[in-house]
């Protein structure tokens, strides 16, 4: 049986059904607005030519296991975290190094999708592990949820902090705490259990995860933001058995959702946060000396990322790369500000004409 298989439709025109998957939970942004929001439109797109069946969750593939399900065709697109594969994807995740220094979603995720897009090294290693690249997924800054009150350093003394990063982890050991590498699926159990003092993540993660059950204090300190690796990225083989036509709808579909994830995404965590007081959390903004110490910290990162692009995930040209992606992060700093950021329409537009309308007809076709 092939996943792309021609089925026929009700009008009798020949569809395309294609199996699209996201492993987080179906209620997360990422899914909800990146998967199931978006097969819709890319049915209206196509007038039914693309059919997407979706999956959430982890019933069809687990996290680790998303990129080798694109190669191996058991999927025909996926999200795909990169720090899941750092040694398949090192030029994904030495750009990912820089995570903890930028904290708006909105700019982060046009900026990230612009350069995957186009910068040749990145090209080159998608191509070399067999993923077509075509729009990214950001989270939102993360923040502190914890069993006790972490507001300034004295506090965050030995807590031991679940932390998502090599970079974040740096600071979670230099400002005094234990950093723990586990999956955000264990936020809660740990916290529960109390082999975690402390976690980081997107706001959301209150309400959607429950963790306002098991940490009542909040402290709105960024920890960083993560986006490596595709929000869509699809098996080369079925990318190039598109006709030109459906190849431009799924980048106008991946243009409109990327942007309404992220506007949704920031509202939810909004509402989040909101929900979680009225049921009795203490939400804390960092004292100056907890504040004063993630920012001296972005500041030696920004100084040191190249010998860690070097030397931790071996880029020969490390400059350049960073480099590129800073030029380009500046470039949707000042197109954003030109934009209401809470228009879907207009962001999407704006993605279009900037990313998507400029890449040849023939991107990514083998």
């Known amino acids: 049986m092939t996943c792309a298989a021609l089925t026929l439709g009700a009008t009798a025109q020949a569809s395309i059904n294609f199996i699209a998957n996201s492993w987080y939970d179906q209620q997360h942004p990422h899914s909800l607005f990146g998967y199931t929001e978006w097969a819709e439109t890319v049915r209206e797109l196509s007038n039914g030519e693309l059919d997407p069946e979706v999956y959430t969750g982890t019933v069809l593939l687990a996290p680790r296991a998303a990129l080798q399900g694109i190669r191996d065709n058991i999927v025909q697109v996926a999200h795909h975290a990169a720090i899941f594969t750092p040694s398949e994807l090192p ?33 080159e290693e998608w191509e070399e592990v067999g993923v077509v690249y075509l729009g990214a997924y950001t989270t939102s800054p993360y923040v502190l949820f914890c069993r006790e009150p972490v507001r300034n350093l004295r506090e965050m003394q030995g807590k031991r902090i679940r932390t998502a990063g090599s970079m974040v982890s740096q600071w979670v050991e230099q400002a005094g705490g234990i950093p723990v590498n586990v999956p955000s699926s264990e936020m809660y159990s740990g916290l529960d259990r109390g082999s975690l003092d402390c976690a980081s993540n997107s706001p959301l993660d209150l309400i959607t995860r429950s963790l306002w059950e098991v940490a009542e204090h909040t402290t709105m300190l960024p920890t960083g933001m993560y986006w490596s690796g595709p929000q869509w990225g699809y098996n080369p083989d079925f990318w190039s058995g598109l006709s030109e036509e459906h190849r431009r709808v799924l980048m106008e579909a991946s243009a409109k959702a990327m942007t309404r994830m992220i506007v949704q995404y920031v509202k939810l965590d909004e509402s989040s946060l909101a929900e979680a007081r009225e049921k009795g959390n203490n939400i804390y903004e960092p004292e100056g000396d907890l504040l004063e110490s993630a920012e001296n910290f972005r500041e030696a990162a920004i100084s040191e990322i190249y010998d860690v692009a070097r030397e931790r995930h071996g880029i020969q040209e490390p400059e350049a790369l960073i480099d590129d992606f800073l030029a380009t992060y500046e470039k949707w700093e000042a197109l954003v500000a030109e934009v209401d950021r809470e228009d879907e329409e207009a962001l999407a537009q704006l993605a279009m004409r900037e990313i998507y309308d400029k890449l040849p007809d023939n991107y990514a076709v083998r």
Do not use: I
């Open 91 to 123: 030029v994904a995740n030495a750009v990912q190094e820089l995570g903890f220094n930028f904290s708006d979603p909105l700019v982060t995720s046009l900026a990230v999708t612009d350069f995957s897009l186009n910068n040749a090294a990145q090209l």
